[in-house]
């Protein structure tokens, strides 16, 4: 049984919009598979060092100390290698785990 997509409106500024198309035309693909397929990659992995600083919200490392703060280094490192996995592999390794 295949899924339906789920529909979302996004407003993009007209220059976003402009590179959009470009890139949706050099891969001979319509603009929803160009956000979908980039949208799919920056998922890939999460951002590291500067990058993930240029994209987290503005109180996340301060959240993530208090609740880093009670745990080992494995623990946080286990949390953070976790975080990295795909939901579908998050739910396997539960699974495993229990």
């Known amino acids: ?16 919009r402009d590179k959009i198309a470009e890139a949706a035309n050099h891969y001979h693909r319509s603009m ?7 949208l ?3 998922f890939g992995v999460l951002p590291q060092g500067s990058v993930e600083r240029q994209v987290e919200p503005p109180l996340h490392p301060h959240l993530e100390a208090i609740f880093r703060s009670g745990l080992s280094e494995t623990e946080r490192s ?6 990295r996995l795909s939901s579908t592999r998050q739910k396997a390794l539960i699974k495993l785990l229990e």
Do not use: D, G, H, T
Not at 3 to 15: D, H, I, N, Q, S
Not at 78 to 83: D, E, G, H, T
């Open 1 to 16: 049984m295949k899924e339906e997509p789920y529909k979302y409106v996004v407003r993009l500024p007209p220059a976003m």
């Open 32 to 38: 929803n598979s160009e956000i979908v397929a980039r």
């Open 40 to 42: 799919e990659q920056s």
């Open 78 to 83: 286990l949390v953070k290698i976790f975080r």
